[in-house]
């Protein structure tokens, strides 16, 4: 962390990357104690996979609380056009400072954080335009800090940053349902339900007729391994399976684009 801090006094720009799905539980709360006073822009990435006229309400709550944010989908590049602009407006003000006070103009540095697995570096490659950082889906695939040179700009890649404090059980079962935590500290079959239960309250239905069973049903899992035939030697159904299984299609955004919270 003290290293990590060192790296980011010399930034002019910090970018908070976080999962569309669920902006707020994928705040990092240690951007404030690393980023004091630094300018940042929030990242919806992922936006693709969530609900978009959910994502629109999340970018006005998080304006309306004085924050720049702005959504992205970083695997098809949606919103870096923007980004660009936004980028190139922010070295000119940064610039025109350094003139201000008699120094030359340099290139803006800039540092992408975020908690594991919300796509930072499928964002950077997608702002580069080439593979450069490692990119991966187990959490925290990024080992060390490094610069990477993009024209005029200099981007500081970082480990995700988990939250040290996870004191709520919703937003445990949030983070474990998008992938952000590792699912073998959890158990699968609760965090399953718990996304379903999630998912019945905000689209109801939806679980339901992609699958062809009744969501409320507490057999849910029961009849979606009988369903697609997911068995135990014995013949039991395997609900493991199938609750792995639709974690699966929820996290690549086959049962649709869906969002897990909603603004206050």
Same mark, same amino acid.
């Given at each position: 962390?003290?290293?990590?801090?060192?790296?980011?006094?010399?930034?002019?720009?910090?970018?908070?990357?976080?999962?569309?799905?669920?902006?707020?539980?994928?705040?990092?709360?240690?951007?404030?104690?690393?980023?004091?006073?630094?300018?940042?822009?929030?990242?919806?990435?992922?936006?693709?996979?969530?609900?978009?006229?959910?994502?629109?309400?999340?970018?006005?709550?998080?304006?309306?609380?004085?924050?720049?944010?702005?959504?992205?989908?970083?695997?098809?590049?949606?919103?870096?056009?923007?980004?660009?602009?936004?980028?190139?407006?922010?070295?000119?003000?940064?610039?025109?400072?350094?003139?201000?006070?008699?120094?030359?103009?340099?290139?803006?540095?800039?540092?992408?954080?975020?908690?594991?697995?919300?796509?930072?570096?499928?964002?950077?490659?997608? =702002?580069? *335009?080439?593979?450069?950082?490692? /990119? $991966? @889906?187990?959490? &925290? #695939? +990024?080992? !060390?800090?490094?610069?990477?040179?993009?024209?005029k700009v200099f981007l500081l890649d970082t480990p995700g940053m988990l939250p040290p404090r996870l004191e709520?059980?919703?937003?445990?079962?949030?983070?474990?349902?998008?992938?952000?935590?590792?699912?073998?500290?959890?158990?699968?079959?609760?965090?399953?339900?718990?996304?379903?239960?999630? =998912?019945? *309250?905000?689209?109801?239905?939806? /679980? $339901? @007729?992609?699958? &062809? #069973? +009744?969501? !409320?049903?507490?057999?849910?899992?029961?009849?979606?391994?009988?369903?697609?035939?997911?068995?135990?030697?014995?013949?039991?159904?395997?609900?493991?399976?199938?609750?792995?299984?639709?974690?699966?299609?929820?996290?690549?955004?086959?049962?649709?684009?869906?969002?897990?919270?909603?603004?206050?």
């Open positions: 962390m003290k290293r990590l801090c060192q790296y980011i006094k010399v930034v002019d720009l910090v970018f908070e990357v976080v999962d569309a799905r669920c902006p707020l539980s994928s705040r990092s709360p240690q951007i404030e104690q690393l980023a004091p006073g630094k300018s940042r822009l929030l990242v919806l990435n992922k936006a693709d996979l969530a609900d978009p006229s959910v994502t629109e309400k999340w970018l006005s709550f998080f304006r309306q609380a004085g924050e720049k944010a702005l959504a992205v989908d970083s695997r098809e590049g949606k919103g870096f056009r923007r980004l660009s602009f936004l980028l190139e407006n922010f070295s000119k003000e940064v610039n025109e400072k350094l003139r201000k006070k008699g120094r030359k103009p340099r290139e803006l540095r800039a540092a992408v954080v975020g908690v594991p697995n919300v796509g930072k570096s499928t964002f950077i490659n997608r =702002l580069i *335009g080439r593979r450069i950082a490692s /990119v $991966g @889906n187990r959490p &925290g #695939i +990024t080992k !060390g800090p490094q610069w990477i040179r993009v024209g709520s059980e919703g937003v445990i079962f949030k983070l474990a349902a998008v992938g952000v935590l590792k699912m073998e500290n959890y158990d699968v079959m609760e965090v399953a339900n718990r996304l379903l239960q999630l =998912l019945e *309250g905000f689209y109801p239905g939806v /679980v $339901g @007729n992609y699958f &062809g #069973i +009744t969501p !409320g049903d507490d057999l849910f899992l029961e009849q979606l391994a009988l369903k697609k035939k997911f068995l135990l030697p014995d013949g039991v159904p395997d609900q493991d399976r199938a609750a792995r299984f639709l974690l699966e299609l929820f996290q690549e955004g086959r049962l649709g684009a869906l969002t897990l919270e909603r603004p206050c």
